[in-house]
């Protein structure tokens, strides 16, 4: 399967910064710099952040032909089943020449 992996890529690398950005954030009493949300705010992002990061580490291995649930770093004991959210992240980064040669 032929995909849009540097693109996958620079999105993956905007994730990590807003979850850095948001892991300072989080702080409340040791807080230096500038506030840009409060505490709770920055929580619930790293926390949205967290499960869009998994997802698309998961499309990411699976755009690369390895098995997602093999890496430590994006098994899930979540309930909820985030499958048609990965498919949905293989559908957006394919390649477009791909599909032109499948129609």
């Known amino acids: ?17 807003k979850q850095i ?6 702080k409340e009493k040791r807080f230096t710099g500038t506030r840009t949300m409060s505490a709770w705010e920055a929580a619930m992002v790293a926390r949205i952040g967290r499960d869009k990061l998994r997802q698309h580490y998961k499309a ?34 394919k390649d477009e020449e791909a599909l032109r040669s499948a129609a």
């Open 60 to 93: 990411y291995a699976m755009l690369r032909g390895q098995e997602p649930d093999a890496h430590a770093c994006i098994k899930t004991d979540e309930p909820y089943d985030e499958k048609h959210k990965v498919d949905s992240l293989l559908e957006k980064y």
């Open 21 to 26: 950005d948001a892991k300072e954030q989080r």
């Open 1 to 17: 399967m032929r995909a849009n992996i540097e693109l996958m890529k620079n999105d993956i690398k905007e994730l990590v910064t």
